[in-house]
């Protein structure tokens, strides 16, 4: 089984314009993300996907493999799709490229869960995170995740699902948490079809699996990544960052 990792890298954000090429230390956020996910030795290759030349060329002039690829896309995944077309693999895991802080343990259990798929079930696997606080459950900006007996997903919602009819009734609540994997002829057929009603409502890439009848098993975690969406998150990461080399 040929595991790659692919990292997806926009330039533009709307909140936080050309993030990726702030500064982490001595390095970019992109050139950050690339190398721990390297250095985590899971992976039999390493890419940055990309829209830009200027992270491109970050990448390849420090040793890294890039990927350049068109500039629109409707989803993450429809970039990974396009690039690893012609890359020879079975599984691609998908790291954010804003999320430089790339955590060995939660992708080792995805891992797992596609090398102990021996029937090929599982087209996507995914992590999850139990959420508590009821402000965070009704928050639309956390995609809340419905389970199976299995641990695979029945729906993805930015409502609260399930939704508590009986005020006393406590059900656990899951928040997705945005790292993937995908079977390779799983990912290229989810960019072969056309979005329908519930991923155009919710704006969630993952239902359109579900609404073709494809699986995706949810691996629960305690993972907390650390997201560069404004300047404070990366003033943030770089408080971490100089505890965490304090420490070594």
Known sequence: MKIIAVIPARYAA????AKLMGML????????TYENAKDTHLFDDVFVVTDSEIIHNEITR????????SKEHETGSDR?????????????????????FVDKKPLERIIKAF???IKHEIDVATL????TDWNLIKDTNYVKVVKD?????????????????????????FEHVGVYAFRKQSLLKFA???????????????????????????????????????????EKANRILAQMNDKN
């Open 115 to 117: 090398k102990q798929d």
């Open 25 to 32: 230390g001595e390095k970019t956020v992109i050139r950050s």
């Open 149 to 173: 007996i299995n641990d695979y997903a029945l729906y993805f919602s930015r409502s609260v699902v399930p939704y508590p009819r009986e005020k006393k009734f406590q059900a656990e609540y």
């Open 192 to 234: 072969e079809l056309s979005m329908l009603q519930n991923e155009k409502a919710e704006k969630i890439e993952c239902i359109r699996y579900l609404e073709y009848g494809m699986k995706i098993k949810v691996i629960e975690t305690d993972f907390v990544g650390v997201e560069i969406d404004t300047p404070e998150d990366l």
């Open 80 to 100: 990974i799709a396009e690039a690893v077309k012609n890359i020879e693999c079975d599984i691609i895991v998908n790291i954010q490229g804003d999320e430089p």
């Open 14 to 17: 709307s909140r936080f314009p």
């Open 128 to 131: 999850i995170r139990k959420l």
């Open 62 to 69: 420090n040793g890294g493999k890039a990927l350049m690829s």
